[in-house]
């Protein structure tokens, strides 16, 4: 089956840089997700890695390497807004399986 | 706004009853899923279905039921509820062939006395 682990939470400072890891385990790896949830509300996609690296997007970058089933979400500049819960979510084990990660909770203090 | 509509937003009933949750997923969309989250919990995935059939399952219960239906809205059936089925119950769609992101619907909070 799959699994994935990820810290249950994380604090950071206002402006810091933050990274939360990701390991997995899966058969038939076909790429990696992140996703932002806010209390109360529904998750969001952040990004996708299939390949090996760095993938960016604005503040948010997410990192995979493959070879070490392990992947991360980095987040700089870090707004109050940015705390949420953050899940990895791993497509293996059939092409169209998706499982999730438990979340990460970042808090994000003054 | 993803474009994902979950009705009903909240849901109270008791226990022993059914209950449908309904989704309707973006515009073009093929693929349906169905998550239970309960309260400090990760997404547990439930069901997956595909252009009306039946794609993935996940820890879904014997209780529990789902189907997509030609004009792709897909409907949870859960029955014999339970005070631990209070959860939120998410519907996330996705493009034909494409799983790396996913859609998902405001959820629906469904709580058993």
């Known amino acids: 089956g799959q699994s994935l682990e990820q810290p249950s939470e994380v604090t950071a400072v206002e402006g810091a840089i933050v990274q939360i890891n990701c390991t997995y385990q899966t058969s038939g790896f076909y790429g990696l997700s992140w996703y932002q949830q806010h209390d109360g509300g529904a998750p969001t996609f952040l990004s996708y890695?299939?390949?090996?690296g760095l993938e960016e997007t604005g503040r948010f970058s997410s990192f995979l390497s493959r070879s070490d089933s392990y992947g991360y979400l980095l987040l700089q500049e870090l707004q109050m807004k940015d705390s949420a819960s953050y899940f990895c979510a791993v497509r293996g084990g059939g092409y169209q399986k998706v499982t999730f990660g438990t979340g990460t909770k970042l808090q994000v203090i003054p | 706004d993803s474009g994902v509509t979950q009705t009903p937003k909240h849901l109270i009933t008791a226990t022993g009853q059914r209950v449908t949750l309904r989704c309707s997923p973006r515009s073009g969309d093929l693929s349906v899923y169905w998550y239970q989250q309960s309260l400090d919990q990760g997404l547990q995935f439930l069901i997956q279905y595909y252009n009306g059939e039946e794609r993935a399952k996940g820890n879904i219960l014997e209780r529990f039921s789902a189907q997509q239906f030609p004009d792709l809205h897909s409907e949870l059936n859960l029955s014999s509820l339970e005070l631990g089925d209070s959860a939120l119950y998410f519907c996330a769609s996705s493009p034909a062939g494409a799983t790396n992101e996913q859609f998902f619907g405001p959820g629906t909070r469904l709580t058993v006395l």
């Open positions: 890695n299939a390949l090996d």
